[in-house]
Structure formats: C-alpha cells, structure tokens
C-alpha cells in the first residue's frame, strides 16, 4: 500500500512540474511577443532614441564671447534633445584642432560639427572621418574643397556689403581706408570680397589702400595697424574682418593718437560693444547671432543623425549703432547668463 501511494505521489508531483514548465514557457512566449510588438510599434512610429547620440564640435578659433555663445546654443539643442556634446576649442591653432578632431573620434562621436580654423588645412582630417563613416557639417566657418551634410552660418558675403554701405555713408562716399583680415577661414574672407565689390561698385571715390591678411589675431592686428597709420597719415577708416581684427585696428588707434580714424567691425563680442556704446571711433559693427547659430547647427545635426534630409541654413545678421547697442548687449547676455 506504501509503494503504491508513493507511485501515485510521484505521479502527481511530476505532472505538476510539467505544467510549470509548459506555463512559465508559455510566460516566457508571451513576453517575447509583446517585447516584439513594442518594438515593431517604435520603429512604425519613425520613433529615435537621441540619448544614444554623441555629438562633437570643434570650434576653430578661440575662446571669446562669440564662440562662447554659439558653443552655448549648440549645448542648449543637445539638451533639449537629450544628446551627449562634446567640444573644444581649437584657439585658431590647426594641429591642435586636428588632434581635438582624433581625440572627439576615440571617444566616439556620432557626428562633427566644425568651425574650422583653416577652411582648406583641415579638408584631410574631413575626409578621414567621412572613409570611417562619422559625418561632418560646419557651423559659422566654411570648408573648401570637400563636401559636408550641411553649413550653418551668417551669410559672410552680406555682412562685408552692409559694413560697405555704412562706411560708404560714414565717409560720405570718399576716403582712404585699410582692410585687416583673416584670409584662410572663408566666413572672413567672404567678408572682405563683399566689402571690397560693393566698394568698388557704389564708392568709387573711396580708395582701399591697402588690405593685410593678420589671421584674426588682435596682437598682430594692432602691429600692423601701426605700421599702415604711420605710412598713410591721410588714412580715414580701417575696417575689420571680425572682432579681433577690429580692436587690434581700434587699439592701435589709441596707442599712436589717431582717434579720427575710424573703425567699422564684424561681431558684437562685449569689447566691441562696450567701445561702440562708448561713442568712440569703433563706430559700427555687424552683429552675427551666434546663439542661434550654433543651436541650429545642433539641430541640423540630430536631424540629419535621425535620417531626415537637412540642408544649409543662414542665420541673419544686423548693424550696430550706438542707436541699438543696448539691445545686443542685453539679447548676448541674457544667453550667457540665463
């Protein structure tokens, strides 16, 4: 009787545990199906996790206010997005941008947004990320020589004309005049054709003495400056091809006593600002966004990172006045200090 009620125990024990398998494999089916579905529903939706994207941006030239700005935009996009950001900043330096480039690319960006520190120099190291399948768009300065995802700017050639036009007005349409600039990055000398065509268009009275390639750097604006007012003492404007340009030019007006010539410049960096609200003689400048543009380059990025066709973008640029400098001032330092 013993044996017998143990067989049937056994028996019972055994189709029990059966029955666990059978549901915990019908559980486990189940579990399976909806894991399935959830996913087929995310990738019908067109749905993207952005978290998952790395971002870097390579900002070509130094740490001042306009890049400070445009990094900030970029930052805010990202964040908005939920997008890791990574950036550096090149300090106008080649080989340092490249190594920054090759250090981003170890850690494993997605995608580079670059505002070169020379438009063709950095066109290898371009083409290096493309063959390894990491995507490349530029913010504020151009590339030459090789094709990009997209370029988010100012339109660089506008901004020489409106600076043209007021220093045409300013000289009452004649005068003598230098130009200091920036040669090998394509946002300034995009600047200085234009300024030069609509010069020679609509002020021909207006002679451009001379015009020095200073690579956008304010110690060596200031040197050559120097020199140019010393050698054209009938000299009555100087225009600057970006911020630095125009205070190297500004600075070397202070130094050698020349007050009455006067400054035109591009870009609202808080030095500029601050000599323009001051009624000096750096009378003028065309105020980029930087802001804005950096958060559209970002956003240009996760979209094109998200399959979506994107295309360029530029971002408006206005004359500065001693009329309208406050409200730059205060637009600029409300995205500094939010």
């Known amino acids: 009787m013993k044996k017998r009620y143990l067989g049937i125990f056994m028996a019972a024990l055994m189709g029990m545990t059966l029955m666990g398998c059978q549901s915990e494999e019908g559980n486990q089916e189940q579990t399976a199906k909806e894991e399935q579905t959830t996913s087929e529903e995310s990738a019908d939706s067109g749905e993207s996790d952005d978290s998952a994207y790395k971002v870097g941006f390579s900002a070509g030239y130094s740490k001042v206010q306009h890049w400070e700005l445009e990094i900030g935009g970029a930052q805010a996009a990202a964040d908005e997005a939920g997008v890791e950001m990574i950036y550096q900043f090149a300090n106008g330096d080649q080989q340092k941008q490249i190594q920054d480039i090759e250090n981003m690319v170890e850690m494993g960006i997605d995608m580079l947004i670059v505002g070169p520190c020379n438009s063709e120099g ?145 870009d609202s960096d808080s030095e500029v600002m601050e000599a323009i609200k001051g009624e000096t003689n750096l009378k ?54 939010p």
């Open 122 to 266: 950095i066109v290898p190291t371009v083409n290096e990320l493309k063959e390894k399948g990491i995507p490349v768009m530029t913010s504020d300065i151009g590339i030459t020589g090789t094709e990009v995802v997209a370029h988010v700017a100012s339109d660089n050639y506008k901004i020489g004309t409106m600076a043209a036009e007021y220093m045409g007005e300013m000289l009452g349409g004649e005068g003598k005049i230098a130009i200091v600039g920036w040669a090998s990055a394509s946002a300034t000398k995009d600047r200085e054709d234009g300024f030069t065509d609509t010069l020679t268009e609509k002020y021909p009275d207006i002679e451009i003495i001379t015009s020095q390639d200073v690579g956008g750097d304010r110690t060596k604006s200031l040197e050559t400056c120097e020199n140019i007012i010393q050698s054209n003492s009938d000299i009555n404007a100087i225009f600057g091809c970006n911020a630095e340009c125009a205070l190297g030019a500004y600075n070397a007006t202070q130094s050698v006593n020349r007050t009455d010539i006067n400054i035109v410049a591009v």
């Open 284 to 337: 003028a400048t065309i105020a980029q966004n930087p802001y804005e543009m950096g958060h559209k380059a970002m956003e240009t990025a996760i979209a094109s990172l998200n399959g979506e066709e994107v295309e360029d973008a530029a971002i408006e640029a206005e004359l500065v006045t001693s009329e309208n400098v406050q409200e730059i001032i205060d637009r600029d330092e409300a995205f500094l200090n």
